[in-house]
């Protein structure tokens, strides 16, 4: 799987791996091991306050040599502060989700940070790639956690992306075996960026609880509720239960936003309350079946690509 | 792409490609068409009645000295009426959807058919295996048309159910690239199932206007509806405005029911009626820029598979 292409260069990676900042899941271990490998890691800020971020950069940066990067979600009240930090820790990439690309991005490109953002459809892809994106993520409705209100899938949407756009594109949503990236490149990507099967290994700061629920899961075990608010894919549990009905007797944004109430995600994610929290996952959690390190997620991704491409090599 | 697999040997085809059975879509026409390029092209019995599918039957195998197929959905009250039909006119390949697919398999069998049953998720595609399927196609809730409650998607519903199931996979939904073909095959499918792209060809008996609202559509113009009916993916129109709404608001089975009435497929893809009627759609249908002829389409399919696998051997 060593490739050179636009993004492998972009990012000076070996391979076209690239971890999703995820919240209550991707600090500075979890991105630091991705990028020890030849990926690209990334610290989601999402869940952190400045000052912990940067406390997460400097020990990522103490724990690799290698680049890595910074996912921050634009809608944040404090986004401006958190563009601040990335620039005065000098971090090399940010990967942007959740609001208007171009936001900061003068303020990121005149920092020569690479700057990519996260889309859901053509459209926001074209507008990001307007605004001076390096490369965007098409992010896929079967991605765990918040997604587009089109719930394009992922096989629909790179390939439009791919058309459409110039600046290289990243697959997202459902990719979780060597296989999986080969078909995302197959599909017109140059990366992928890789969630759930992350947010289970040994180095993600998630619960243990919540990691051995994406492992006990099979393909139906997944969820998409939450559409008036933003759609959001998670496992099946108790609360979801509750939220499907709510959902199926019509309930209204307001009645919802009570219903999933404060810190849900964190309840779930990082405090391992299986039943009440939110616990975000993709659909392809059904094909993750034990926690592992990063180390061996790797090599396992990629002799699954080599060997599935040899496979295709000798098809025809 | 001249693949030699199970399900090229299976069916005696040149190609991995199957054109899906389509009501109001595939009839003899269509079908002939595509097993004369080197696929499988099916009957769509669907929307026919017995006297109807002999028709079809025997002007296909008029208009070609390949195989053919059709496609039954088990749940028409006169399933097995149909069933009697393709044994009579002998025909070799039955592709059954929508039921139990070990309700008629017996006597399928005995007769020497090969039998594939379309499942949407893992356990559904072990059951048709248990039966004696010959194979199986998972399809993603990409799809146009009528989809499984789990709304997997082809990226996941595909690698899951070949890790789980020995006969061979064939992957639909999303499909109407040779990147698709090529992705589908990475993921561990044998050959893929192409609905829309066909739907939308010049053999196609769907009506012109319908044709041409596949290819004016974009990445967002498909949405999923009736989930409570069952789900189903169509362009949208005013008439999926109002049912949208009415979904959002709650509307119960029978209301939904009431609101969808008779025969809106017919009034849409057949009839052409863009506004009122159910155009029945994949979200692929952004892909598809031009009503092309079978012939046509299957030259840029085999073209465009080359071409990726050429890019993907030249990347490492």
């Given at each position: 799987m060593k490739i050179k292409n636009r993004i492998t260069e972009l990012f000076e990676i070996e391979f076209p791996i690239i971890q999703a900042g995820m919240v209550w899941v991707s600090g500075w271990k979890l991105a630091s091991a991705v990028s020890n490998c030849g990926g690209l890691g990334l610290i989601g800020a999402g869940s952190m306050k400045p000052d912990l971020l940067v406390e997460h950069i400097q020990k990522c940066r103490n724990a690799t040599s290698k680049n890595f990067g910074v996912n921050i979600p634009l809608l944040r009240k404090d986004a401006e502060e958190l563009i601040d930090v990335v620039i005065h820790e000098k971090v090399k990439v940010v990967f942007t989700s959740a609001g208007h690309p171009g936001k900061f991005i003068e303020k990121l490109k005149a920092n020569k940070i690479k700057v990519v953002h996260v889309v859901s459809n053509v459209s926001q892809g074209m507008k990001a790639e307007s605004v001076g994106c390096d490369g965007i993520v098409g992010e896929g409705v079967e991605a765990g956690g918040h997604n587009g209100k089109d719930e394009l899938t992922t096989f629909c949407l790179i390939p439009q992306l791919a058309e459409n756009i110039s600046v290289p594109v990243i697959a997202a949503g459902g990719i979780a075996s060597g296989k999986g990236i080969l078909a995302a490149l197959s599909l017109g990507a140059e990366a992928v960026q890789i969630g759930t099967l992350f947010a289970s290994?040994?180095?993600?700061?998630?619960n243990q609880s919540y990691k051995a629920s994406i492992v006990k899961s099979?393909?139906?075990?997944t969820i998409l509720l939450l559409r008036k608010l933003g759609p959001t894919r998670m496992l099946k549990n108790l609360w979801t239960k509750t939220a499907e009905q709510y959902e199926l007797n019509g309930a209204d944004e307001t009645e919802l936003k009570n219903l999933v109430g404060e810190k849900r995600e964190r309840l779930g994610i990082?405090?391992?309350?299986?039943?009440?929290?939110?616990?975000e996952a993709g659909q392809c959690a059904g094909l993750i079946n034990s926690i592992d390190s990063v180390e061996k997620i790797f090599k396992k991704l990629i002799f699954d690509f080599d060997s599935q491409l040899n496979h295709l090599k000798n098809l025809s």
């Amino acid at each position: 799987m060593k490739i050179k292409n636009r993004i492998t260069e972009l990012f000076e990676i070996e391979f076209p791996i690239i971890q999703a900042g995820m919240v209550w899941v991707s600090g500075w271990k979890l991105a630091s091991a991705v990028s020890n490998c030849g990926g690209l890691g990334l610290i989601g800020a999402g869940s952190m306050k400045p000052d912990l971020l940067v406390e997460h950069i400097q020990k990522c940066r103490n724990a690799t040599s290698k680049n890595f990067g910074v996912n921050i979600p634009l809608l944040r009240k404090d986004a401006e502060e958190l563009i601040d930090v990335v620039i005065h820790e000098k971090v090399k990439v940010v990967f942007t989700s959740a609001g208007h690309p171009g936001k900061f991005i003068e303020k990121l490109k005149a920092n020569k940070i690479k700057v990519v953002h996260v889309v859901s459809n053509v459209s926001q892809g074209m507008k990001a790639e307007s605004v001076g994106c390096d490369g965007i993520v098409g992010e896929g409705v079967e991605a765990g956690g918040h997604n587009g209100k089109d719930e394009l899938t992922t096989f629909c949407l790179i390939p439009q992306l791919a058309e459409n756009i110039s600046v290289p594109v990243i697959a997202a949503g459902g990719i979780a075996s060597g296989k999986g990236i080969l078909a995302a490149l197959s599909l017109g990507a140059e990366a992928v960026q890789i969630g759930t099967l992350f947010a289970s290994s040994i180095e993600s700061s998630a619960n243990q609880s919540y990691k051995a629920s994406i492992v006990k899961s099979n393909d139906r075990d997944t969820i998409l509720l939450l559409r008036k608010l933003g759609p959001t894919r998670m496992l099946k549990n108790l609360w979801t239960k509750t939220a499907e009905q709510y959902e199926l007797n019509g309930a209204d944004e307001t009645e919802l936003k009570n219903l999933v109430g404060e810190k849900r995600e964190r309840l779930g994610i990082f405090e391992g309350d299986t039943e009440n929290g939110m616990l975000e996952a993709g659909q392809c959690a059904g094909l993750i079946n034990s926690i592992d390190s990063v180390e061996k997620i790797f090599k396992k991704l990629i002799f699954d690509f080599d060997s599935q491409l040899n496979h295709l090599k000798n098809l025809s």
